[in-house]
């Protein structure tokens, strides 16, 4: 069983920066694809970006240049560093975890707010 919690969002101005902490529970973090999705009020829950075991990444277009995806397996923690912030990036934040032969892990959730 896989636990994730995501802190570090909150309320920020336009041009601003946040970062978001996902950290996991369990032993297959190192193994595993781990990313971000969002999700706007009225709106479908999006990717916007993922991490593979080998480090490899992939963003959405709209935060290629302005967001970053790192992770730390010592730490089973993966991060999300956002800068320039735009309005149009409010949304709840959703950490998750994948590896084949395991079910598909969410986080709680952690609200982005940024203002204009």
């Known amino acids: 069983q896989v636990q994730l919690v995501e802190s570090g969002g909150g309320l920020v101005q336009a041009g601003g920066s946040l970062r978001l902490s996902c950290a996991a529970s369990?032993?297959?973090?190192?193994?595993?694809?781990v990313g971000w999705y969002r999700q706007a009020p009225g709106n479908q829950r999006e990717l916007v970006a993922t991490?593979?075991?080998?480090?490899?990444?992939h963003y959405t277009n709209s935060v290629k240049g302005r967001f970053t995806i790192s992770r730390d397996n010592a730490r089973n923690t993966v991060y999300l560093q956002m800068n320039s912030l735009k309005p149009e990036d409010t949304a709840a934040y959703y950490c998750?975890?994948?590896?084949?032969?395991?079910?598909?892990?969410w986080g709680q959730g952690t609200q982005v707010t940024v203002s204009s």
């Open positions: 369990g032993s297959i973090f190192s193994t595993s694809v």
């Open positions: 998750y975890l994948w590896r084949l032969g395991y079910p598909e892990y």
């Open positions: 991490i593979t075991r080998g480090g490899s990444t």
